[in-house]
């Protein structure tokens, strides 16, 4: 947990790098959720100086009044995207970092329903998500953003899992013959997986790294899966 002094001197950070949070309004253009991402200066600089690329994160502790689940909150970083899992849902969304200010654009998410606890952590997770302004590396090596909502203030703490192997899991699983409708972040076509023959069908919103579907077979693969 962040104790008071901690939020203390992330409070007073925000307080003085106001002035930066409002000249990284000009950067608005490469929040790729608002508007096409098609800046390659924006895109570029923002690959220069933004150390978080190539990374990353799981929620470890925050100050929202709601113990985290079992089902895990996470971030990875690319050059102009910022995606993960929600606790529930897969999502996306564009974002600018210019020194510890941190800028998080509209969050696009698949629709997936999920148990009452793990739906409103994910809810206060990508609210929080969206009002993100500061970061920082702590000593333990943990990324901490501090965001806004309105009338409250509070910090996500997160651990780095960019290399953890602990989380890769293999198993079998088995595709559908046929692809139904879905939407994920758009309207799209799903994938119909299960683990086991007696199972029923799941929709898999995502895509399998070196597996190219074709409709009409059943299909059963040995998959390499990193847990959320």
Do not use: H
Request: charged share 20%; with cysteine.
């Amino acid at each position: 947990m962040t104790n008071s002094f901690q939020l203390k001197k992330i409070i007073q950070g925000l307080m003085l790098i106001s002035i930066s949070l409002i000249s990284l309004e000009q950067y608005n253009p490469a929040i790729a959720s608002e508007l096409p991402s098609n800046s390659t200066e924006n895109q570029q600089q923002n690959q220069t100086k933004n150390p978080l690329i190539g990374t990353e994160w799981q929620l470890a502790s925050w100050t929202e009044n709601q113990t985290l689940s079992k089902e895990n909150s996470t971030l990875m970083f690319e050059k102009d995207r910022l995606s993960g899992s929600g606790s529930c849902n897969r999502y996306t969304t564009g974002y600018v970092i210019q020194g510890n200010a941190m800028k998080v654009g509209l969050i696009a998410a698949t629709r997936k329903a999920c148990s009452e606890d793990i739906m409103n952590q994910e809810t206060l997770f990508l609210s929080a998500l969206e009002g993100a302004k500061l970061y920082s590396i702590n000593a333990k090596g943990q990324l901490q953003i501090a965001y806004i909502k309105p009338k409250e203030i509070g910090i996500m703490t997160f651990k780095n899992i960019t290399n953890d192997n602990s989380k890769i899991i293999e198993k079998t699983v088995y595709i559908s013959p046929e692809t139904v409708d879905c939407i994920g972040f758009a309207p799209q076509k799903c994938l119909q997986i299960k683990e086991n023959l007696e199972d029923n069908w799941i929709l898999f919103y995502g895509s399998i790294e070196g597996f190219n579907y074709e409709p009409g077979y059943l299909y059963e693969l040995r998959i390499a899966q990193k847990k959320n």
